[in-house]
């Protein structure tokens, strides 16, 4: 199984340092074994093409914050995925609860993003999420289920494989949110591995994730990978992750290998 490792920087870093941050990751990842884990780094628009640049060759993918729709056209300050791929993306961020809250994406702008990015053969980073009062009322799994419904339903099978699901809880996210209990979260991706496990690329968890909580966030049924925020802004803390992330992935390889022996 692929465990996806992965952080956007948001609207920080200039070229210089995202350049800096990238050759050392090339350079931490020479002769690192990662095994199963699979690593992503998106970068603002501004430093995409130079960190792709870097990286191309290693087994990092570069996303895009964003991407419209439209593949060309008036549409001043965006940019489509076919130019974020000319810049080297391999993946999109679709429907971050920012851009839903600030920026007056809907489900159908997020829907269109998808099959656009699906329809340039990039891999959509679809990001859903409910806010507080969502999960004090005990709905969070129904809120959800409906936001990534309303932005896959009807792909075929074989496009939907190439999703990715981030569920990013909006009270536990930022620099006000509080790291979410293990068993908050059992139920939200039950729900999501009930309609969508098997059929995506992978399930993710995004809200306040630390190397102190990181092994647990993976141990949990369902969770595919870490969609990681300020804790991977600094290079060692995401290489430490990286390596965390490898050595637990190892460890259950391993088990597997010797439940098929036993067997």
Not at 13 to 31: C, I, M
Not at 81 to 86: G, I, K, R
Not at 199 to 222: E, F, I, K, Q, T
């Amino acid at each position: 199984m692929t465990v996806w490792i992965g952080t956007s920087w948001k609207m920080n870093k200039t070229l210089a340092e995202a350049v800096d941050y990238a050759g050392g990751l090339r350079q931490a990842l020479s002769g690192r074994s990662l095994g199963s884990v699979q690593p992503f780094i998106i970068p603002p628009a501004t430093a995409l093409a130079s960190v792709a640049g870097v990286l191309d060759g290693t087994s990092v993918l570069v996303g895009a914050q964003n991407a419209h729709w439209e593949d060309a056209g008036a549409w001043t300050g965006e940019v489509s995925v076919p130019q974020v791929s000319d810049a080297g993306a391999r993946l999109v961020e679709i429907g971050h609860s920012e851009r839903r809250e600030h920026f007056g994406e809907t489900d159908e702008t997020v829907r269109k993003k998808v099959d656009a990015t699906l329809r340039h053969g990039l891999i959509p980073l679809l990001c859903i999420g409910e806010p507080d009062e969502v999960h004090n009322a005990g709905t969070s799994s129904e809120y959800i289920l409906e936001q990534a419904r309303r932005a896959l339903d009807g792909l075929e099978d074989a496009l939907l494989a190439k999703v990715l699901i981030a569920y990013e809880p909006i009270w536990a996210i930022g620099a006000g949110g509080r790291p979410a209990h293990p068993d908050e979260l059992r139920a939200p991706f039950a729900a999501l591995a009930g309609t969508f496990g098997g059929r995506v690329a992978g399930l993710l968890y995004g809200g306040s994730v630390d190397l102190a909580n990181a092994s647990g966030l993976l141990d949990l049924p369902h969770v595919d990978g870490l969609f990681v925020g300020r804790a991977a802004w600094a290079l060692e803390g995401y290489v430490q992750l990286l390596d965390l992330a490898a050595g637990l992935a190892g460890g259950d390889e391993r088990r597997s290998e010797m439940e098929g022996v036993d067997q």
